[in-house]
């Protein structure tokens, strides 16, 4: 096999072609041009937890460090504030490129297990899914009891006045805990999501094929 036909085979096996191909909006990756704005405008980008800024882990995905990115906590650190994507000269859709990384990785099973962005998303996407509203109080005890009984009373005893100052204001009730507010066609919540599913699997399954 010659130089360049080894050089295609190794693209077609790259990661940057996986990433194309399974992530969402991947196919953006290779129009970054490492201006580093985005970095510049992450409000999270002094937290020890972002190793990786959106343009370094956009050419690492080009350089086929697939094991580096996809275990990288840094995708999980996005709050989806829009900067990047409102300053990028490119108009590069970055929050939704490190969301489709992350969701990657998780469906890989690759991800950072106790990266607490990553706890905190599975929670909130577990509590809403089932009624099409999101149960604030399971959510928070789902957060404080997440390293057990003992450190979950510590955690509430440490909110006790901001959970007195919310059922004050009428913004906390007790009995959510024994369902709570709820969409009125959960039905159609749940046949929205399946055909949501539907549909991802399709355009992957096309895109593949391309």
Not at 77 to 83: A, F, Q, R, V
Not at 177 to 200: P, S, T, V, W, Y
Request: one cysteine or more; proline letters at 5%.
């Amino acid at each position: 096999m010659s130089a360049n036909a080894q050089m295609a085979t190794k693209y077609k096996n790259s990661f940057l072609k996986e990433v194309e191909e399974q992530v969402e909006m991947g196919e953006w990756v290779k129009m970054c041009m490492q201006c580093g704005v985005c970095s510049g405008s992450c409000p999270t980008n002094f937290h020890p937890g972002w190793e990786h800024p959106p343009q370094e882990i956009f050419m690492m995905i080009r350089a086929g460090k697939r094991e580096e990115v996809l275990t990288s906590p840094s995708m999980w650190m996005c709050t989806s504030c829009y900067n990047c994507i409102v300053r990028c000269p490119r108009k590069l859709p970055i929050t939704h490129i490190m969301h489709g990384l992350a969701n990657y990785a998780h469906r890989l099973g690759v991800a950072p297990k106790m990266q607490p962005t990553r706890h905190f998303a599975k929670l909130f996407w577990n509590n809403c899914v089932h009624t099409g509203r999101v149960n604030e109080l399971k959510l928070s005890m789902g957060l404080y009891f997440k390293d057990g009984f003992s450190q979950g009373i510590k955690n509430g005893m440490a909110m006790k006045d901001v959970a007195l100052g919310l059922l004050k204001a009428k913004r906390l009730n007790p009995f959510e805990l024994f369902g709570g507010h709820k969409c009125k066609d959960q039905n159609g919540i749940h046949a929205m999501l399946k055909k949501a599913r539907e549909l991802e699997e399709k355009r992957k399954a096309l895109k593949a094929a391309a």
